[in-house]
């Protein structure tokens, strides 16, 4: 930068919050009130009067993620106690410090240090970090512009003397093939979604890094969808309204008590529960009159003769099954004769849904109708039907734990030995090697921010790491709109599976599951095989989503927080099997496979008792 800007980037890095005398060596003692660490206790400070012995040892990129590892010090003052070091990664634009990070103190090992040439009162001279910059900005990507990255160092002497140093990266060049790196960013939000690329070069003249981001695409998704919304809103309110109405006037058609009705709005076929559940019923000696409505989402349309079928069916049903967010009945009134069965598509309670997340980004309105009428709540254990109850709105006398009837199958052996040899037969890659399984959950508020940051996955480094033993495979959550984008030297090792539709099935033949806040860890949990929690945003999600447990004691696993502790797990078999029986028992009630049996007892009870009644 300028001589003149330099001096006022040097300027700018005096303590903010703090008023610079006339000799601008030294800075006022801070009042007693803003007294938050032994860096503020400091009786003088010293700025840029020395120049500190430094060097980058690392400087790796992986997609938008940075690792950065060196060393900083002062000759002549000693750095022995990790709590008087302090340092930050300065991201600069025109003399002004956009953000600053700090960096991991590192200690020193005396190996290292004599590799250095560093006595022992330097052993805290290292430091180490790793920096997402599709995320530095408030969480965000870096903001359109150039930038430059600088090393603060402050230390705290033994005569409570603060020294405050700002330097460049030095010549980071080595670190760049062909002396350029560069990558896309990505970010999505409920109203837009937006791409830069993001170029990394050395800066001869700076000597430091010299970052750039540049927007390549920004689009509206919330224009998109109020001018969709737009045209057929009223369109839309018709039919929700003809739909009510109609249904009202149905109600006072009797009941059919044989009639059962399935409805989903994220499902085209009778999977999941919905498949276990059927066949029940038709396992009865009794004969049921069936219907189905099924849609692959709540975006997809329906015609207006769907919508008077639906009415009819719905108010003339003895029970109506659903097994997912189902937004077009919750303004009906279920008659007083007739059963609304929730078989919720998620095992467990894990991460807080529903009413559980009111005043939450994404939650809900206290007045709002959603699910509040459902009679029935199926769910897999009584220790958790509290949870479901406040999440619904319902009370708790409604949710009923017979279990969950899509875990049926990993009770039933000859199942679980076909799916295994038809997985085989279509996929001959499985065999031969270990399977990790990566299903994590995505990140957004909901359906339409929905995404999942592949930039913490080090590709490079689970390929040359795991490739020789494992085979990677990615099961992405549907909501996720973002690619995956497998580079093409790893195309035997990382497999995409997203598409297919039953992940219980990938389970039997995974032998480690890698996920963080999905409830697939409760059916992984049945097979008693390791589970990995990489959960690089805990942190976050606590604060933002947060839990029905405490997370860090609840998961039945080692919780990885970076890809390379991720590895280093999987490498050294450091998982926690001795969390397995007990959380299995404490989400599952009984281990026997007869869910789907219970839960259709549970749903023909009343209506067995109904009929007795009649009788008498």
Same mark, same amino acid.
């Given at each position: 930068?300028?001589?003149?800007?330099?001096?006022?980037?040097?300027?700018?890095?005096?303590?903010?919050?703090?008023?610079?005398?006339?000799?601008?060596?030294?800075?006022?003692?801070?009042?007693?009130?803003?007294?938050?660490?032994?860096?503020?206790?400091?009786?003088?400070?010293?700025?840029?009067?020395?120049?500190?012995?430094?060097?980058?040892?690392?400087?790796?990129?992986?997609?938008?993620?940075?690792?950065?590892?060196?060393?900083?010090?002062?000759?002549?003052?000693?750095?022995?106690?990790?709590?008087?070091?302090?340092?930050?990664?300065?991201?600069?634009?025109?003399?002004?410090?956009?953000?600053?990070?700090? !960096?991991?103190?590192?200690?020193?090992?005396?190996?290292?240090?004599?590799?250095?040439?560093?006595?022992?009162?330097?052993?805290?001279?290292?430091?180490?970090?790793?920096?997402?910059?599709?995320?530095?900005?408030?969480?965000?990507?870096?903001?359109?512009?150039?930038?430059? !990255?600088?090393?603060?160092?402050?230390?705290?002497?033994?005569?409570?003397?603060?020294?405050?140093?700002?330097?460049?990266?030095? %010549?980071?060049?080595?670190?760049?093939?062909?002396? &350029?790196?560069?990558?896309?960013?990505?970010?999505?939000?409920?109203?837009?979604?937006?791409?830069?690329?993001?170029?990394?070069?050395?800066?001869?003249?700076?000597?430091?890094?010299?970052?750039?981001?540049?927007?390549?695409?920004?689009?509206?998704?919330?224009?998109?969808? +109020?001018?969709?919304?737009?045209?057929?809103?009223?369109?839309?309110?018709?039919?929700? #309204?003809?739909?009510?109405?109609?249904? @009202?006037?149905?109600?006072?058609?009797?009941?059919? @008590?044989?009639?059962?009705?399935?409805?989903?709005?994220?499902?085209?076929?009778?999977?999941?529960?919905?498949?276990?559940?059927?066949?029940?019923?038709?396992?009865?000696?009794?004969?049921?009159?069936?219907?189905?409505?099924?849609?692959?989402?709540?975006?997809?349309?329906?015609?207006?003769?769907?919508?008077?079928?639906?009415?009819?069916?719905?108010?003339?049903?003895?029970?109506?099954?659903?097994?997912?967010?189902?937004? =077009?009945?919750?303004?009906?009134?279920?008659?007083?004769?007739?059963?609304?069965?929730?078989?919720?598509?998620?095992?467990?309670?894990?991460?807080?849904?529903?009413?559980?997340?009111?005043?939450?980004?994404?939650?809900?309105?206290? +007045?709002?109708?959603?699910?509040?009428?459902?009679?029935?709540?199926?769910?897999?254990?009584?220790?958790?039907?509290?949870?479901? #109850?406040?999440?619904?709105?319902?009370?708790?006398?409604?949710?009923?734990?017979?279990?969950?009837?899509?875990?049926?199958?990993?009770?039933?052996?000859?199942?679980?030995?076909?799916?295994?040899?038809?997985?085989?037969?279509?996929?001959?890659?499985?065999?031969?090697?270990?399977? =990790?399984?990566?299903?994590?959950?995505?990140?957004?508020?909901?359906?339409?921010?929905?995404?999942?940051?592949?930039?913490?996955?080090?590709?490079?480094?689970?390929?040359?790491?795991?490739?020789?033993?494992? &085979?990677?495979?990615?099961? &992405?959550?549907?909501?996720?709109?973002?690619?995956?984008?497998?580079?093409? @030297?790893?195309?035997?090792?990382?497999?995409?599976?997203?598409?297919?539709?039953? =992940?219980?099935?990938?389970?039997? &033949?995974?032998?480690? !599951?890698?996920?963080?806040?999905?409830?697939?860890?409760?059916?992984? #949990?049945?097979?008693?095989?390791?589970?990995?929690?990489?959960?690089?945003?805990?942190?976050?999600?606590?604060?933002?989503? /947060?839990?029905?447990?405490?997370?860090?004691?609840?998961?039945?696993?080692?919780? #990885?927080?970076?890809?390379?502790?991720?590895?280093?797990?999987?490498?050294? %078999?450091?998982?926690?099997?001795?969390?397995? /029986?007990?959380?299995?028992?404490?989400?599952?009630?009984?281990? /026997?496979?007869?869910?789907?049996?219970?839960?259709?007892?549970?749903?023909?009870?009343?209506?067995?008792? /109904?009929?007795?009644?009649?009788?008498?």
């Amino acid at each position: 930068m300028k001589e003149r800007e330099f001096l006022k980037f040097k300027l700018g890095t005096l303590f903010r919050k703090r008023s610079v005398q006339k000799n601008l060596d030294h800075v006022d003692e801070v009042s007693e009130e803003k007294l938050f660490s032994l860096f503020d206790k400091a009786e003088d400070v010293i700025v840029n009067k020395n120049i500190p012995e430094r060097a980058i040892t690392q400087f790796q990129w992986n997609e938008s993620f940075l690792t950065i590892e060196g060393y900083m010090y002062i000759d002549g003052i000693p750095l022995q106690r990790e709590d008087t070091v302090r340092r930050k990664l300065l991201i600069v634009q025109k003399g002004a410090i956009i953000k600053s990070i700090p !960096l991991k103190n590192q200690r020193l090992n005396e190996t290292k240090r004599k590799q250095l040439g560093l006595s022992e009162q330097y052993k805290w001279a290292g430091f180490y970090q790793e920096v997402n910059f599709s995320k530095v900005n408030s969480g965000k990507p870096l903001p359109q512009g150039n930038f430059h !990255l600088y090393i603060e160092l402050e230390i705290l002497d033994e005569n409570n003397i603060k020294y405050h140093e700002t330097h460049t990266l030095g %010549n980071i060049n080595k670190f760049l093939k062909q002396d &350029i790196y560069a990558t896309k960013m990505e970010h999505f939000s409920a109203k837009k979604r937006v791409k830069y690329n993001f170029i990394v070069t050395y800066d001869e003249e700076e000597k430091t890094a010299h970052v750039s981001s540049h927007k390549l695409q920004e689009i509206d998704q919330g224009a998109i969808e +109020t001018t969709m919304k737009n045209e057929n809103r009223i369109i839309r309110k018709m039919k929700r #309204a003809m739909f009510q109405i109609l249904y @009202q006037l149905f109600c006072f058609l009797p009941v059919k @008590q044989k009639k059962i009705t399935f409805a989903s709005d994220s499902r085209t076929d009778l999977s999941g529960n919905f498949e276990f559940v059927y066949q029940e019923f038709l396992n009865r000696e009794e004969t049921f009159d069936f219907h189905f409505f099924l849609k692959e989402s709540i975006n997809t349309k329906k015609s207006i003769a769907e919508y008077i079928q639906m009415a009819y069916h719905f108010a003339t049903s003895r029970h109506i099954l659903i097994d997912d967010f189902y937004p =077009i009945i919750y303004p009906l009134k279920i008659r007083k004769n007739a059963d609304l069965v929730q078989l919720w598509h998620a095992v467990g309670a894990f991460k807080t849904f529903g009413y559980s997340r009111i005043g939450l980004p994404g939650g809900p309105s206290p +007045t709002s109708k959603n699910h509040k009428n459902y009679t029935k709540v199926i769910v897999s254990s009584d220790h958790i039907r509290k949870h479901y #109850a406040e999440g619904f709105g319902v009370d708790i006398e409604n949710v009923i734990s017979t279990g969950i009837p899509r875990t049926d199958f990993f009770f039933d052996e000859l199942k679980k030995e076909e799916v295994r040899s038809r997985l085989y037969e279509e996929y001959p890659f499985l065999r031969g090697k270990k399977v =990790i399984l990566f299903a994590p959950t995505f990140r957004g508020n909901g359906q339409q921010s929905a995404h999942y940051p592949f930039e913490v996955l080090n590709y490079d480094q689970l390929y040359q790491e795991l490739n020789d033993e494992y &085979i990677f495979l990615f099961k &992405i959550h549907p909501f996720v709109k973002n690619q995956i984008n497998i580079p093409y @030297q790893y195309s035997e090792f990382f497999y995409d599976f997203s598409d297919f539709r039953e =992940i219980n099935e990938l389970l039997l &033949i995974a032998d480690v !599951l890698v996920t963080d806040y999905s409830s697939v860890c409760f059916e992984f #949990a049945l097979l008693q095989k390791p589970m990995i929690f990489f959960s690089y945003d805990v942190d976050e999600y606590i604060r933002t989503r /947060d839990f029905y447990y405490e997370y860090f004691s609840f998961i039945p696993g080692p919780l #990885a927080k970076t890809c390379n502790e991720l590895v280093s797990i999987v490498k050294n %078999n450091q998982y926690e099997f001795e969390k397995l /029986d007990s959380f299995v028992h404490y989400f599952f009630d009984d281990l /026997d496979g007869l869910s789907s049996k219970r839960v259709v007892d549970a749903i023909l009870l009343e209506q067995n008792e /109904d009929d007795e009644k009649e009788v008498l």
